[in-house]
């Protein structure tokens, strides 16, 4: 039985922040506030904005939670700006795998904004986009995709069908498809997008450089890495001619491009990608931003895939130590790291090392997740690997049913 490792690849699957356009919102203040309060209050939605990129997510809950009691208190709890903050304070519980209370936050959301405005409003495509991508994260694709379909429509109604946001929820329904496994839909709608942006925003546009990265994924997943390599080449020469070398959007194409060249092992090429990636963020986002330990997880696989595991072991526990520190110990990122150091005990021989770290990567996924994910699968085979290692073949034959339930019930 193959253990499999997580590398966390940086595709960037949707257009816009979901929180980028939620902050954005707030500056469209009521008329409704007391002038000092609005202005409070936007300033509030925006430091939590600041917060959020910059990974301090801790801080910005706080802040958000501000925002949140001054728009309740001088518009009532039923006025969309509440909507707006509700939005704002679900979507950093989201970053941080709190899933249950985005998820009621969310609902608020939608339920106001449909109230307020009436169901087909631009404001509530975005509270059904944020719920959507909520549950596709959570592998609940049967409850995704009535509301990303739902949010296309309502984009197409009111902006018509050739706008960039339209192409955003294709984009998005797109990436839904692909993961279940439905390529021939999840393909034209890729196409669409990709049509749309180009001709919206013309050829050389940064939202043109995203649909090409969304399509090159899809034809790596098919192993159609020609293809693919050559969007994600024109994606990144896109992204340095309109952002500059050293941007952090950068260093996502420039993952998407090594990721291609590792899946190949032609780690040579991979190498000095992931380390340009690794040295972009570093430099635009500190040292202890997430994204960063997103590099170095990546860097860590690569050199694992070479057996070059002290090389790896020391960009797993910091990058373990970085997403331990950014969302706590119990998010689902903590458990991406803590697999990939238990897969380096695991492939060494060094089982009683690798045990305690699948067994704590399984549990983060079965909280966060509930145990039919995906992600579970994955842990619970990784532990099944391992017992059949330590000749525990009872233990790894109900580890084993699990998977086979959990893969029988996907798509």
Same mark, same amino acid.
Not at 329 to 336: E, G
């Given at each position: 039985m193959k253990?499999?490792?997580? @590398?966390? @690849?940086?595709?960037?699957? =949707?257009?816009? +922040?979901?929180?980028?356009?939620?902050?954005?919102? &707030?500056?469209?203040s009521s008329?409704?506030?007391?002038?000092?309060?609005?202005?409070?209050?936007?300033?509030?939605?925006?430091?939590?904005?600041?917060?959020?990129? &910059?990974?301090?997510?801790?801080?910005?809950?706080?802040? &958000?939670?501000?925002? %949140?009691?001054?728009? *309740?208190? /001088?518009?009532?709890?039923?006025?969309?700006?509440? #909507?707006? +903050? %509700?939005i704002n304070l679900a979507g950093l519980y989201y970053t941080q795998g709190r899933y249950v209370q985005? *998820?009621?936050l969310y609902k608020r959301a939608l339920a106001i904004s449909e109230n307020a405005l009436g169901p087909d409003h631009r404001n509530v495509g975005a509270s059904l986009n944020n719920l959507a991508l909520l549950y596709y994260t959570q592998g609940h694709y049967a409850q995704a995709e009535p509301l990303y379909k739902r949010t296309l429509a309502i984009s197409e109604k009111a902006l018509g069908p050739d706008d960039p946001d339209v192409a955003t929820c294709l984009n998005n329904l797109a990436e839904l498809y692909r993961t279940q496994g439905k390529y021939s839909q999840a393909e034209q709608l890729y196409k669409r997008a990709l049509a749309i942006d180009e001709k919206a925003l013309g050829p050389d546009h940064p939202y043109v450089a995203t649909s090409l990265n969304n399509l090159a994924e899809f034809y790596s997943d098919q192993g159609k890495y020609a293809e693919a390599k050559k969007l994600c080449r024109r994606s990144l020469a896109i992204k340095e001619k309109s952002l500059g070398p050293d941007h952090p959007d950068i260093a996502l194409s420039?993952? /998407?491009?090594?990721?291609?060249?590792?899946?190949?092992?032609? =780690?040579?090429?991979? *190498? $000095?990608? =992931?380390? @340009?990636?690794?040295?972009?963020?570093?430099k635009a986002l500190g040292t202890d931003h997430p994204s960063v330990a997103t590099s170095l997880n990546n860097l860590g696989v690569l050199y694992s895939n070479q057996r070059q595991y002290m090389r790896a072991e020391p960009l797993y526990k910091r990058a373990l130590a970085i997403y331990n520190n950014a969302f706590? $110990?119990?998010? $689902?990122?903590?458990?991406?790291?803590l697999n990939n150091l238990a897969s380096l005990y695991y492939t060494q021989g060094q089982y009683k090392q690798a045990e305690p770290l699948y067994k704590r990567a399984l549990a983060i996924k079965e909280k966060a997740f509930g145990p039919n994910h995906p992600d579970? #699968?994955?842990?619970?085979?990784?532990?099944? !690997?391992? =017992?059949? &290692?330590?000749? @525990?073949?009872?233990?790894?034959?109900? %580890? *084993?049913?699990?998977? !086979?339930?959990?893969r029988s019930m996907e798509r």
């Amino acid at each position: 039985m193959k253990k499999k490792q997580m @590398r966390t @690849r940086a595709w960037t699957k =949707y257009k816009r +922040s979901i929180l980028t356009v939620v902050f954005l919102l &707030a500056l469209a203040s009521s008329n409704v506030f007391a002038q000092d309060a609005g202005i409070e209050w936007q300033k509030l939605s925006l430091h939590a904005n600041e917060l959020h990129d &910059a990974g301090k997510y801790d801080s910005a809950v706080v802040v &958000a939670l501000k925002a %949140l009691k001054i728009v *309740e208190k /001088n518009v009532g709890p039923d006025h969309p700006d509440v #909507a707006t +903050s %509700l939005i704002n304070l679900a979507g950093l519980y989201y970053t941080q795998g709190r899933y249950v209370q985005a *998820e009621w936050l969310y609902k608020r959301a939608l339920a106001i904004s449909e109230n307020a405005l009436g169901p087909d409003h631009r404001n509530v495509g975005a509270s059904l986009n944020n719920l959507a991508l909520l549950y596709y994260t959570q592998g609940h694709y049967a409850q995704a995709e009535p509301l990303y379909k739902r949010t296309l429509a309502i984009s197409e109604k009111a902006l018509g069908p050739d706008d960039p946001d339209v192409a955003t929820c294709l984009n998005n329904l797109a990436e839904l498809y692909r993961t279940q496994g439905k390529y021939s839909q999840a393909e034209q709608l890729y196409k669409r997008a990709l049509a749309i942006d180009e001709k919206a925003l013309g050829p050389d546009h940064p939202y043109v450089a995203t649909s090409l990265n969304n399509l090159a994924e899809f034809y790596s997943d098919q192993g159609k890495y020609a293809e693919a390599k050559k969007l994600c080449r024109r994606s990144l020469a896109i992204k340095e001619k309109s952002l500059g070398p050293d941007h952090p959007d950068i260093a996502l194409s420039l993952n /998407n491009l090594a990721w291609l060249y590792d899946t190949q092992g032609h =780690y040579a090429q991979a *190498e $000095p990608l =992931y380390k @340009r990636a690794l040295v972009i963020k570093e430099k635009a986002l500190g040292t202890d931003h997430p994204s960063v330990a997103t590099s170095l997880n990546n860097l860590g696989v690569l050199y694992s895939n070479q057996r070059q595991y002290m090389r790896a072991e020391p960009l797993y526990k910091r990058a373990l130590a970085i997403y331990n520190n950014a969302f706590g $110990p119990d998010h $689902p990122s903590v458990a991406a790291s803590l697999n990939n150091l238990a897969s380096l005990y695991y492939t060494q021989g060094q089982y009683k090392q690798a045990e305690p770290l699948y067994k704590r990567a399984l549990a983060i996924k079965e909280k966060a997740f509930g145990p039919n994910h995906p992600d579970v #699968a994955m842990s619970l085979n990784n532990l099944a !690997a391992l =017992y059949r &290692a330590t000749l @525990r073949d009872k233990e790894a034959e109900e %580890l *084993e049913k699990r998977v !086979a339930k959990i893969r029988s019930m996907e798509r």
